[in-house]
């Protein structure tokens, strides 16, 4: 007989020699009457066995069940008890010195084919048993000839010997399972992170016959988003990191130089030992290096001469004279400050203080009000450095090779005869504080603003009619061979789909709070999620580990590496976290991102505690308002730039700062960013905050591989949208009032290509509420229309090789939303820069960028009209 579809009433009525029909079988309706007076069949001795260990089976669902709800673990730990029960039913039978037989009250009526031998089933009815026709016979389901069945169990000492076996063996499984169950239910209870990570189980009614119903089989358990974030927790090691910054730390490791190459052999040689596959893609690039002979020199007072050691890479070269002005940190509003004091910032060499934003900035800016060159220095009120520090970096305004641009620097790519446009026209050079500070002294004019007063013990003064300055550069192109390193913990479910975590292994000196401290990051970081993925933790996605090379020329392996598989990586990349400088001080957190990353840096700081006190960093920047405290601007020289603004890929970049009012580290570009130098910042605590800065970067990417949709917020780019649709009609209408526009030109498409937006995110948010996140199909289709947001705000009105920042929101030019403002702000004053056609132009096309990405959110083409 079949036991495995009896209720535990009905097994008990068996081992009572009654008719398990009689028990419960007998339902409102039944066609079939209750026997309770028919003895059991005589089956085989093994029957007897079977019967005891289903009864226990089925007590066992009972005990197991009793007072707790249906939840996944109950049911798993029910389909443990079946999974042993049945490999003790298949010892049982073989015992018996047979295959397992079941026992049915059915005709068995069979049709031998061969090895495809099928067995036809018919309920045998009560009034055949008992007239004993050919279906079965009154008292003993016997059949004369038929070997299947047995007229009567015989009770000889081999069988005893068999029944007590067979006692024993129950009582050792139930013995085992009672504790497993035991033990079960002893382990803390799992939050998930995106819901259950097993397919789901209809749950138990309160008036549900437990004992009875049919349990669905599910896949064990894996590991949740609680189990992760312990084992990362647990798995970073300061020792582990203390040794990565001893392996990774070099005196000299300059992009492309011997110290770069042996970084770089180290690197690959720990993903190998990780099992991550490595492998590495070449370049050969065009960088710039100091004079081949002498140094770079700035002259005034007709025979003072200052002769700076470090320099600006991708500098015009050549000499230039002009009067010296004075222009704080260079920015436009500066600028616009100085002429308003009078200062002809024309045909001048300008000096600026470093910091607030990038030096290729400082030097673009310059450039658009005909300075002749620029001087920049470290102003002790922003930078506590020595005096006599020499100043290193890049004024190239883009990323990547500048001779090549828009297409990557493979050795088998020809080079046409073009250059980046983000290349200056004019010199660019550092000088000291100390040589700032004789250069102040010779200038006159009005005193500057007090704002721009700085720390040099001098009075600052704007300058512009004292003697002429003399700037001589003779940087000298090099081609170098540079090379990038990888390796991958690939995804179980979307594999094609990548997180990539990258750090840059160069510096133009010690480079330890710039390239040492992310690169080891990094390392650590592919050890501990290598072996959680060993103690079963199974991503869905990929995440790509990278060390790069000639960061410090800005960003240039990177980029190159994005220029050579855009189509590829806009399609399947996802998101980048990038680990250069993560750890800068100790006492704040600073981040920059992409909009949609916001809700998941909130998510990781409320889990991540600071490394000064016991609290979240997400409490330590003021819970609510921690947006105002944390998130900053990304800058253009950040190396999380290009992944943003150029290939639209959701990035992030993030920092342990000194404290709220330092921009970036002190040390950066010098030849003082050395290990001491970082620990005394971090008063002793480098490790520790690496570790946190560690647990940070590992959250965000157990979170961005772990979930079944991606944690990508959608609607917080609705804010931004709305924020410029509201900036641009207002000064729209302001501009309309001064008849400097047509009066039929409205921002009513702009205003609608918002709301469609609005209406796109909030039907995804829909979507994903109501579909089932447990087919792996839907997920990818949810999850690709999220991942292509970011991408669809790149303007596809401009060329990637001639403006390769196309973003609308995070890029640079004309296409931007940022320039549209300012537009119109120019058409306001009347600025002869401004044009009312190429206004109109610029906002059609922003306007055509919002629609279409809205429309791609949408989902299919078919259901574009519905939002």
Same mark, same amino acid.
């Given at each position: 007989?079949?036991?495995?579809?009896?209720s535990?009433?009905?097994?008990?009525?068996?081992?009572a020699?009654?008719d398990?029909?009689?028990?419960?079988?007998?339902?409102?309706?039944?066609n079939?009457?209750?026997n309770?007076?028919?003895?059991?069949?005589?089956?085989?001795?093994?029957?007897?066995a079977?019967?005891?260990?289903?009864?226990?089976y089925?007590?066992?669902?009972?005990?197991?069940?009793?007072?707790?709800?249906?939840?996944?673990?109950?049911?798993?730990?029910l389909?443990?008890?079946?999974?042993?029960?049945?490999?003790?039913?298949?010892?049982?039978?073989?015992?018996f010195?047979?295959?397992?037989?079941?026992?049915?009250?059915?005709?068995?009526?069979?049709?031998?084919?061969?090895?495809?031998?099928?067995?036809?089933?018919?309920?045998?009815?009560?009034?055949?048993?008992?007239?004993g026709?050919?279906t079965?016979?009154?008292?003993?389901?016997?059949?004369?000839?038929?070997?299947?069945?047995?007229?009567?169990?015989?009770?000889?000492?081999?069988?005893?010997?068999?029944?007590?076996?067979?006692?024993?063996?129950?009582?050792?499984?139930?013995?085992?399972?009672?504790?497993?169950?035991?033990r079960?239910?002893?382990?803390?209870?799992c939050?998930?992170?995106?819901?259950?990570?097993?397919?789901p189980?209809?749950?138990?009614?309160e008036?549900?016959?437990?004992a009875?119903?049919?349990?669905?089989?599910?896949?064990?358990r894996?590991?949740?988003?609680?189990?992760?974030?312990?084992?990362?927790?647990?798995?970073?090691?300061?020792t582990?990191?203390?040794?990565?910054?001893?392996?990774?730390s070099?005196?000299?490791?300059e992009?492309?130089?011997?110290?770069?190459?042996?970084?770089?052999?180290?690197?690959?040689?720990?993903?190998?030992?990780?099992n991550m596959?490595?492998?590495?893609?070449?370049?050969?690039v065009?960088?710039?290096?100091?004079?081949?002979?002498?140094?770079?020199?700035?002259t005034?007072?007709?025979?003072?001469?200052?002769s700076p050691?470090?320099?600006?890479?991708?500098?015009?070269?050549?000499?230039?004279?002009?009067?010296?002005?004075?222009?704080?940190?260079?920015?436009?509003?500066?600028?616009q400050?100085?002429?308003?004091?009078?200062?002809?910032?024309?045909g001048?060499?300008?000096?600026?203080r470093?910091?607030?934003?990038?030096?290729?900035?400082?030097?673009?800016?310059?450039?658009?009000?005909?300075?002749?060159?620029?001087?920049?220095?470290?102003?002790?009120?922003?930078?506590?450095?020595?005096?006599?520090?020499?100043?290193?970096?890049?004024?190239h305004?883009?990323?990547?090779?500048?001779?090549?641009?828009?297409?990557?620097?493979?050795?088998?790519?020809?080079?046409?005869?073009?250059?980046?446009s983000?290349?200056?026209?004019?010199?660019?050079?550092t000088?000291?504080?100390?040589?700032?500070?004789?250069?102040?002294?010779?200038?006159k004019?009005?005193?500057?603003?007090?704002?721009?007063?700085g720390?040099?013990?001098?009075t600052?003064?704007?300058?512009g009619n004292?003697?002429?300055?003399?700037?001589?550069?003779?940087?000298?192109?090099?081609?170098?061979?540079?090379?990038?390193?990888?390796?991958?913990?690939?995804?179980?479910?979307?594999?094609?789909?990548?997180?990539?975590?990258?750090?840059?292994?160069?510096?133009?000196?010690?480079?330890?709070?710039k390239?040492?401290?992310?690169?080891?990051?990094?390392?650590?970081?592919?050890?501990?999620?290598?072996?959680?993925?060993?103690?079963g933790?199974? $991503?869905?996605? #990929?995440?790509i *580990? !990278?060390?790069?090379?000639?960061? =410090?020329?800005?960003?240039?392996?990177? +980029?190159?590496?994005?220029?050579?598989?855009?189509?590829?990586?806009?399609?399947?990349?996802?998101?980048?976290?990038?680990?250069?400088?993560?750890?800068?001080?100790?006492?704040?957190?600073?981040?920059?991102?992409?909009?949609?990353?916001?809700?998941?840096?909130?998510?990781t700081?409320?889990?991540v505690n600071?490394?000064?006190?016991?609290?979240?960093?997400?409490?330590?920047?003021?819970?609510?308002?921690?947006?105002g405290?944390?998130?900053?601007?990304?800058?253009?020289?950040?190396?999380?730039y290009?992944?943003?603004?150029?290939?639209?890929? $959701?990035?992030v #970049?993030?920092? *342990? !700062?000194?404290d709220?009012s330092? =921009?970036?580290?002190?040390?950066?570009? +010098?030849?003082?960013?050395?290990?001491?130098?970082?620990?005394?910042?971090?008063?002793?605590?480098?490790?520790?905050?690496a570790?946190?800065?560690?647990?940070?970067?590992?959250?965000?990417?157990?979170r961005?591989?772990?979930?079944?949709?991606?944690?990508?917020?959608?609607?917080?780019?609705?804010t931004?949208?709305?924020?410029?649709?509201?900036?641009?009609?207002?000064?729209?209408?302001?501009?309309?009032q001064?008849n400097?526009l047509?009066?039929?030109?409205?921002?009513?498409?702009?205003a609608?290509?918002g709301?469609?937006?609005?209406?796109?995110?909030?039907?995804?948010?829909?979507?994903?509420?109501?579909?089932?996140?447990?087919?792996d199909?839907?997920?990818?289709?949810?999850?690709?229309?999220?991942?292509r947001?970011?991408?669809?705000?790149l303007?596809?009105?401009?060329?990637?090789?001639?403006?390769?920042?196309?973003?609308?929101?995070?890029?640079?030019?004309?296409?931007t939303?940022m320039?549209?403002?300012?537009?119109?702000?120019a058409l306001?004053?009347?600025?002869?820069?401004?044009d009312?056609?190429?206004?109109?132009?610029?906002?059609?096309?922003?306007t055509?960028?919002?629609?279409?990405?809205?429309?791609?959110?949408?989902?299919?083409?078919?259901?574009?009209?519905?939002?």
């Open positions: 007989m079949n036991y495995s579809d009896l535990l009433g009905q097994l008990q009525s068996v081992r020699g009654l398990p029909r009689s028990a419960a079988l007998t339902t409102p309706g039944s079939i009457a209750p309770p007076g028919r003895p059991l069949h005589p089956g085989a001795n093994e029957d007897m079977l019967l005891g260990l289903r009864m226990f089925k007590q066992a669902q009972v005990t197991l069940m009793k007072g707790h709800d249906s939840s996944p673990v109950q049911l798993q730990r389909d443990s008890c079946e999974a042993t029960m049945d490999e003790a039913r298949s010892t049982i039978s073989k015992m010195n047979g295959e397992p037989r079941s026992y049915t009250r059915f005709n068995l009526m069979q049709n031998m084919e061969g090895e495809n031998s099928q067995v036809e089933m018919k309920l045998s009815t009560d009034a055949d048993e008992e007239t026709n050919a079965g016979e009154q008292n003993g389901y016997t059949r004369s000839g038929d070997p299947t069945y047995v007229r009567k169990l015989q009770h000889s000492p081999k069988n005893v010997c068999f029944m007590v076996v067979a006692t024993l063996l129950i009582f050792v499984i139930g013995y085992l399972i009672g504790y497993l169950a035991h079960r239910q002893e382990l803390p209870g939050s998930t992170l995106a819901g259950p990570t097993t397919a189980i209809r749950q138990v009614e008036d549900e016959d437990v009875a119903r049919e349990f669905v089989s599910v896949e064990e894996k590991l949740d988003w609680s189990d992760l974030k312990t084992l990362l927790r647990q798995n970073l090691d300061e582990s990191l203390e040794a990565a910054f001893s392996d990774f070099l005196s000299a490791h992009a492309g130089s011997d110290g770069d190459d042996a970084l770089g052999h180290r690197v690959e040689t720990r993903f190998r030992k990780y596959k490595p492998w590495s893609d070449e370049h050969f065009r960088l710039q290096g100091p004079p081949s002979s002498g140094t770079n020199q700035v005034f007072s007709e025979t003072e001469i200052i050691k470090a320099y600006l890479a991708y500098s015009a070269v050549g000499t230039a004279e002009g009067k010296l002005v004075y222009g704080n940190y260079g920015q436009e509003d500066d600028f400050t100085a002429q308003g004091l009078g200062v002809q910032v024309n001048s060499v300008v000096l600026l470093a910091g607030k934003i990038s030096f290729a900035e400082k030097v673009s800016n310059a450039a658009k009000m005909n300075a002749v060159a620029v001087l920049i220095y470290l102003d002790p009120a922003d930078y506590t450095v020595d005096a006599d520090a020499e100043l290193y970096g890049h004024v305004l883009g990323s990547g090779d500048p001779y090549t641009p828009g297409f990557p620097s493979f050795n088998h790519t020809q080079f046409p005869p073009v250059q980046s983000g290349l200056p026209k004019i010199l660019a050079q000088i000291t504080a100390n040589m700032a500070k004789k250069l102040f002294r010779t200038m004019g009005p005193n500057a603003p007090p704002s721009w007063q720390k040099l013990d001098i600052y003064m704007m300058g004292g003697d002429a300055v003399t700037v001589k550069v003779n940087n000298v192109p090099v081609e170098k061979r540079i090379y990038n390193v990888f390796g991958v913990i690939e995804g179980l479910v979307d594999p094609d789909r990548y997180l990539v975590i990258g750090a840059q292994r160069d510096s133009w000196g010690p480079g330890f709070a390239s040492t401290v992310g690169t080891s990051v990094l390392m650590e970081l592919a050890r501990v999620i290598s072996d959680m993925k060993n103690d933790f199974e $991503p869905r996605r #990929s995440i *580990f !990278a060390s790069w090379s000639a960061g =410090e020329y800005g960003s240039v392996g990177a +980029t190159e590496w994005l220029e050579g598989y855009l189509t590829s990586l806009n399609l399947k990349a996802f998101s980048y976290i990038n680990l250069d400088g993560v750890v800068a001080g100790s006492k704040t957190f600073k981040a920059s991102a992409s909009p949609l990353l916001y809700s998941l840096i909130e998510k700081l409320k889990q600071s490394p000064t006190d016991s609290s979240s960093i997400y409490v330590q920047a003021g819970e609510a308002s921690w947006e405290s944390v998130m900053v601007p990304m800058k253009t020289d950040d190396a999380a290009p992944f943003l603004a150029f290939s639209g890929i $959701p990035s #970049s993030f920092r *342990f !700062a000194e709220e330092s =921009e970036e580290y002190r040390y950066f570009g +010098t030849m003082l960013d050395t290990k001491d130098k970082l620990s005394s910042v971090t008063n002793n605590q480098m490790t520790k905050v570790i946190a800065a560690a647990q940070v970067a590992g959250q965000m990417a157990l961005l591989t772990h979930d079944y949709i991606l944690p990508l917020d959608v609607k917080r780019y609705d931004k949208i709305r924020n410029y649709a509201i900036q641009i009609s207002r000064r729209l209408d302001e501009v309309q001064s400097l047509p009066k039929n030109m409205s921002s009513q498409w702009m609608q290509a709301n469609s937006y609005d209406r796109a995110s909030r039907t995804m948010a829909i979507a994903i509420k109501h579909s089932d996140l447990t087919n199909e839907t997920c990818r289709r949810l999850n690709d229309r999220i991942m947001v970011e991408r669809d705000l303007s596809p009105y401009v060329s990637p090789k001639d403006t390769p920042f196309r973003h609308i929101f995070a890029g640079t030019g004309r296409h939303m320039d549209l403002n300012d537009h119109l702000q306001q004053n009347r600025s002869p820069d401004s009312v056609n190429v206004f109109r132009n610029q906002l059609a096309l922003a055509w960028t919002i629609q279409g990405c809205s429309n791609a959110l949408a989902g299919d083409i078919w259901e574009v009209n519905a939002v």
